[in-house]
């Protein structure tokens, strides 16, 4: 198909746009950090989003390809941004797959000036639990790197807990799902309460995703959540929109 083969052009006429979508702390609202999300900016379809991006790259087998620009281009921007600040990057299975993708990770990193402790990769659970023993493997040379590495939308899929004491993770980032029903249904709440006590007992931090309100704010507060991530606090943004709010958030 044509967009398959418009794919490296676009990265070439930097099509790719990034947003940063704002992390809070749960204790003083600061923001900590961003995960990049990517779309592309095709001149004649419009936007196309990160899933459609990434599925067209798999045809056209360029996921390494477009998993290493984006990476590029969000740790550069990072590497401006001040200190405390994190960066979260998504990462495919298929990147997770490439033997050199730890070395990689190092290499951009290092490119970038940016500090891998201050790096995010966000792994969903789909790409880790098909090849438990390599994934724990990969997963610690990326940790050896220096880098974080977090479990993406916890929830949506098998949620087997077994493999949460096999891997090496920093951070369980709870799906929307979980988070949206708590402030209405008990069930929910007791769910989430369950999780973040297993999610603290095992050293994770728990990122809620998808806060839209202040009433979900306010329970993700006080059931020890760590930190959340959702349109209450920000839409993605530009970099530039992202340094000015961080500015002003002083
Ligand atoms: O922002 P958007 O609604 O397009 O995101 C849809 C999905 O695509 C989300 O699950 C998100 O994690 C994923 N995604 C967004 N940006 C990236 C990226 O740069 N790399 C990878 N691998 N996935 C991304
Ligand atoms: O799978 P991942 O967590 O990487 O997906 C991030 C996606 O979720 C992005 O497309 C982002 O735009 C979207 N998103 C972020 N915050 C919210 C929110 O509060 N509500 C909803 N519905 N979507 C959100
Ligand atoms: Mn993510
Ligand atoms: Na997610």
């Not at 070439?12 to 779309?39: C, K, M, T, W, Y």
Request: proline share 3%.
């Amino acid at each position: 198909q044509q967009l398959e083969a418009d794919l490296l052009a676009a990265l070439n006429r930097n099509e790719i746009e990034i947003l940063f979508q704002p992390q809070f702390a749960s204790d003083d609202g600061r923001i900590v950090g961003a995960e990049a999300l990517a779309r592309w900016q095709h001149p004649e379809l419009g936007r196309i989003g990160a899933d459609t991006l990434f599925s067209i790259a798999e045809r056209a087998d360029h996921v390494g390809q477009l998993s290493r620009h984006i990476a590029r281009a969000a740790l550069r921007a990072a590497a401006s941004w001040p200190e405390p600040l994190r960066l979260s990057l998504n990462v495919t299975p298929v990147d997770l797959s490439l033997g050199n993708f730890a070395e990689s990770i190092a290499e951009l990193v290092e490119q970038a000036g940016f500090s891998p402790s201050r790096l995010t990769l966000e792994i969903t659970e789909k790409a880790l639990v098909a090849e438990l023993d390599r994934s724990a493997g990969r997963l610690q040379k990326l940790v050896d790197v220096g880098v974080r590495v977090a479990l993406d939308d916890f929830g949506a899929g098998f949620c087997n807990f077994r493999y949460l004491k096999l891997l090496p993770l920093h951070y369980l980032k709870l799906d929307r799902s979980m988070v949206e029903g708590i402030t209405e249904d008990a069930r929910d709440l007791a769910v989430l309460r369950g999780i973040v006590a297993m999610a603290h007992a095992l050293d994770l931090a728990v990122i809620a995703e998808g806060v839209e309100n202040e009433t979900v704010r306010d329970v993700i507060q006080r059931e020890g959540c760590d930190s959340w991530q959702g349109f209450l606090g920000a839409t993605p943004l530009t970099d530039g929109e992202f340094r000015a709010l961080f500015a002003a958030s002083g």
